[in-house]
Nanobody, 125 residues
Framework: QVQLVESGGGLVQTGDSLRLSCAASGRAFSSYTMGWFRQAPGKEREFVAAMPWRGGTTIYADSVKGRFTISRDNAKNTVYLQMNSLKAEDTAVYYC??????????????????WGQGTQVTVST
């Protein structure tokens, strides 16, 4: 069993930056694909970014490409989401997720086996 705990959310203004962290329990973390999703009020949860277990490769939703950066530190069992140039439309609850089989369908939430409780990000204008 893997537990994921997100942190780093908050209230910021348009153009500001935030870094989210997701700490994972379990020794198999380094073999999992890690992803970030978000859910805005009244909307479905959507893919934000993912990084396969090998690292290096990163995948982003078009809406955040060039502004967000996903990274991971396998020694610390932690994945990060650096969010720059935040916009009001980035307001959502952000979830960390882990795919223990590291399937290549990074965009689908159904491929992920473990989820954190979410952290709220609010961007005010």
């Amino acid at each position: 069993q893997v537990q994921l705990v997100e942190s780093g959310g908050g209230l910021v203004q348009t153009g500001d930056s935030l870094r989210l962290s997701c700490a994972a329990s379990g020794r198999a973390f380094s073999s999992y694909t890690m992803g970030w999703f978000r859910q805005a009020p009244g909307k479905e949860r959507e893919f934000v970014a993912a990084m396969p277990w090998r690292g290096g490769t990163t995948i982003y939703a078009d809406s955040v490409k060039g502004r967000f950066t996903i990274s991971r530190d396998n020694a610390k069992n932690t994945v990060y989401l650096q969010m720059n140039s935040l916009k009001a439309e980035d307001t959502a609850v952000y979830y960390c997720a882990a795919d223990k089989y590291s399937t290549p369908n990074y965009y689908s939430e159904y491929e992920y086996d473990y989820w954190g409780q979410g952290t709220q990000v609010t961007v005010s204008t």
